[in-house]
Each structure stands twice: as C-alpha cells, then as structure tokens.
C-alpha cells in the first residue's frame, strides 16, 4: 500500500492551498478528505491543487431553514428525486452547465474519472432530480463512512438543484447525519442556512467522524 503525505492543513495559504501536485488515485483522495483537504483544480493547464479553507462552508442539518416560495415550491412539486441512478450524467452537467462570473469549470476531465472511480467503489454518491424521464437537476458528492460532502450542483430548471439539496439532507437527517461539508457557502446553501465556521472547528468535527459506516447504509 502507498504512503501518502499531504502537509499540515496549518501550513496551508491564506486562501487555503495546502499542496501542489499529486494524483486523484482513489487512495490519494480519500486520505484527503479524512484530513480536511480537497482537490480544486485552478486550471487544465496547470499544476492539480489542493485545498483546506479557513473558514470552511458547512450545513447543519438541525439548522436549515425553507424560504417560504420553496415551500410552496415542494407542496405543488412535479419532480421526482433519485440517490445514485445516473452519477456519471451528473458530474458532466456539473462540469458543463455556465455559472455566473465563471469562464471555465474545475471539473476536468481527470476529476470526473476520478470521482467515476470513487463512485464505483462506493465512496461518492448522487443525487438526481427527474421530470419525467429528463434529468433537469443534480448534485454530487463524496461519501466515506459517514462524512458526506456536496462537491457540485446543476440545474436545468428553476429550484431543481434546491430540491436535490433538500432531498439530500432529508435522507442524511434521516440516517442520523447531522452536517454536511459544503466547503464554501453558495447562495443556494446559504438559502438553507449554510455557515462558514473556522477550519480548527471543521477538523473538530470531522474527527469524529465514522470512517467504517457502509454506503449502502446511508443511501
């Protein structure tokens, strides 16, 4: 088995780069996220970059809170939610829909082989959203025991991203799992309450973690 070595989390930039380099083999990003840290790539052209930010988005599930225009939105609700029906068909909208004040994506073609590869082998999940039989909205992750983490989202229509949010901390709620890391806060998460608190916390929390729980336990 390799030895993998990321440094200290401490020693990482002030905006959270922690290292430069490496490979998204399975076992290099597990050993990752087990300690705080996850890949964002800055560009194709460049060096694979990894991260821990200070502060660190994350949703507690004991705290969200529902607009009342998506409330009213999930009571005349036309979709249909699914858990890991079409993973590889959402990391490639996540990787190809626009997002505002983006010219390109930090989904590779390296990071949907990757998380492929972490799917496969039970250790990310997803969530789609259905209109019949269109998929107009989803989000992936990644989950090892029962730390669960939300790495992207896309919508086709209006509130499909939000309802595969939703769906998700329901499930999680409903399996015992009581946050979710978002390691940024979006206005989507931060619309569900969604808060920054400071890496030390995060680490806190995350060491407490427990790594052995089966996905097939959670979802």
């Known amino acids: 088995m390799r030895k993998i070595i990321f440094p200290p989390v401490e020693t ?17 990003l597990v ?7 996850f890949p964002w790539p800055i560009s194709a052209e460049l060096p694979l970059a990894w991260f821990s930010p200070n502060p660190r988005g994350i949703l507690f599930l004991d705290q969200i809170h529902i607009s009342k225009s998506f409330h009213k939105f999930i009571k005349k609700n036309v979709y249909q939610v699914t858990f890991n029906q079409a993973f590889d068909e959402v990391i490639n909208q996540c990787s190809t829909t626009p997002r505002k004040q983006q010219s390109s994506t930090w989904i590779t073609e390296d990071i949907i082989r990757s998380y ?9 999940y997803s ?10 909205g989803g989000l992936y992750g990644v ?21 595969a949010l939703y769906g998700l901390c329901l499930r999680m709620k409903e399996k015992g799992i009581n ?3 978002t390691q ?29 729980r089966k996905k097939e336990d959670i979802f």
Do not use: H
């Not at 492929?116 to 990310?124: R, S």
């Not at 969530?127 to 107009?136: A, F, H, I, P, S």
């Not at 896309?154 to 991203?161: G, K, P, Q, R, V």
């Open 143 to 163: 989950c090892i025991g029962d730390f669960i983490s939300g790495e992207s989202m896309f919508t086709n229509e209006d509130n499909a991203s939000k309802l």
């Open 184 to 212: 940024m806060v979006t206005s989507v998460v931060e619309g569900f309450g969604g808060i920054y608190i400071s890496r030390p916390d995060f680490l806190s929390l995350l060491f407490q973690k427990n790594w052995s």
């Open 31 to 37: 050993c990752a996220y087990k300690q705080g840290i």
């Open 116 to 124: 492929n590869k972490l799917f496969q082998q039970n250790l990310a």
């Open 179 to 181: 946050w979710i890391d």
């Open 12 to 28: 990482a930039s002030e905006d959270g780069l922690v290292a430069i380099g490496g490979d998204l083999e399975v076992d290099t």
């Open 127 to 136: 969530v789609e959203v259905w209109r019949d039989k269109d998929l107009v």
